[in-house]
């Protein structure tokens, strides 16, 4: 029998790593950690979650259901997950059942709550634009009236894509806008007056030791990511501040894992950080194509306890989402010699849904 004790030593080829959500980005850290000689366990409430098609095992329950959960920690050796919406009392209650969460519940909390994660940076050397936090529509015009307007509303917990967030054009529309959002606590920020998206990708293992992904620079419409290109451009003095940034993060949260830092580039070259996400990220697609070890193959080196491997660049990288239908021009792009196609298995192309995305690739 394999060693399976991820905590003592590296997790051995042939256990089962168990995820939390199977999405595509489920799907690809499935497929990272089959090449690696694992097999892999997704708990996902649909029955036809894209990771569950690839994945030796699939647990069909709710997040929180104890049945589901006794089912996944009874196959997985340690578990990690695809999305930062996890409810804090599964990963609890995967722990009493003695099973490892990889990253750990502090990551989780704090990247559940806009307040947390924009106090918790602050307190770590990371910068981020001036905030208030409101649980009252008199608070949020107060709030406003205090960072000035225009600034963004957004609501504390589960907004992602540009979903749960308002602008505000002047302080006295705050009270509308705090309703509009449902009356939950929000916070306010002040508008970055930014030159350029830009987002790290970086990864800590069990020992400490971190490795750091080449800056990508990010292009988002109505709060999606339509495109990336990495490495992107940028002075070493810009890369050396990411860096810095991404190991106080990585080192703050104690984590194990690939995280995706979002960053603001300011027209005086300093970074801000728009928002962490503790799990691999859409901005880090690119590295399937443009680095030897992807972010997917890093997060699950990572969490099973392997060394880390290289994050240089081998290539330049145009990353580009396929939203709804577009993903029907895969034809096209299977016939570009210098594109890479990804997609994800899903059966419904909604509009706007993330159904594949492909890297053009070109040298360095
Ligand atoms: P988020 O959901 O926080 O990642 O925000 C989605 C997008 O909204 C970001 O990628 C930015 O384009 C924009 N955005 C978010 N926060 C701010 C801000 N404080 N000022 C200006 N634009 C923002």
Redesign the pocket.
């Known amino acids: 029998m394999p060693d399976a004790s991820p905590s003592g030593g590296p997790l051995e080829p042939g256990l089962t790593i168990g995820i939390l959500g199977g999405g595509q980005l489920g799907r690809m850290l499935a497929s990272a950690a089959a090449r690696l000689g694992f097999d892999v366990a997704i708990l996902d409430p649909e029955p036809d979650a894209p990771a569950g098609r690839v994945a030796a095992h699939t647990i069909v329950a709710a997040y929180d259901d104890p049945q589901g959960l006794a089912a996944l920690a009874a196959c997985a050796d340690i578990v990690t997950y695809e999305f930062e919406n996890v409810p804090a009392a599964a990963v609890a209650r995967l722990a009493e059942m003695g099973v490892e969460v990889a990253p750990g519940p502090l990551a989780l909390r704090v990247a559940q709550d806009?307040l947390e994660e924009k106090s918790f940076l602050n307190a770590h050397g990371a910068p981020t634009?001036a905030f208030a936090a409101a649980d009252t529509a008199q608070a949020a015009v107060a709030a406003a009236e205090q960072l000035g307007a225009p600034?963004?509303m957004?609501t504390r917990r589960e907004?992602?894509?540009?979903?749960?967030?308002r602008w505000v054009e002047h302080a006295a529309d705050a009270a509308a806008a705090f309703q509009a959002l449902g009356g939950v606590p929000v916070i306010l920020?002040?508008?970055?007056?930014?030159v350029r998206?830009l987002s790290v990708i970086a990864a800590r293992g069990r020992d400490g030791a971190t490795a750091i992904y080449p800056l990508t620079e990010?292009h988002?419409e109505g709060?999606v990511?339509r495109r990336s290109i990495a490495p992107a451009r940028a002075a070493p003095a810009l890369a050396d501040q990411a860096e810095r940034i991404a190991a106080r993060v990585l080192a703050g949260l104690d984590y194990v894992g690939v995280i995706g830092i979002?960053l603001?580039e300011m027209a005086d070259g300093s970074l801000l950080v728009?928002?962490i996400a503790p799990r691999v990220h859409n901005t880090g697609h690119w590295t399937q194509d443009g680095c030897e070890v992807d972010q997917f193959e890093q997060h699950i080196r990572a969490v099973a306890g392997w060394p880390l491997g290289p994050t240089a660049a081998i290539a330049r990288v145009e990353m580009l989402n396929l939203l709804g239908d577009e993903v029907e021009g895969w034809r096209r792009y299977a016939a570009e010699p210098e594109t890479r196609l990804h997609l994800y298995g899903k059966r419904d192309a909604k509009p706007g849904r993330k159904m594949g995305h492909v890297n053009r690739v070109k040298p360095l």
């Open positions: 806009r634009v600034c963004l957004k907004g992602y894509d540009g979903k749960g967030q920020e002040a508008a970055a007056a930014f998206e990010n988002h709060g990511l979002e603001f728009n928002e």
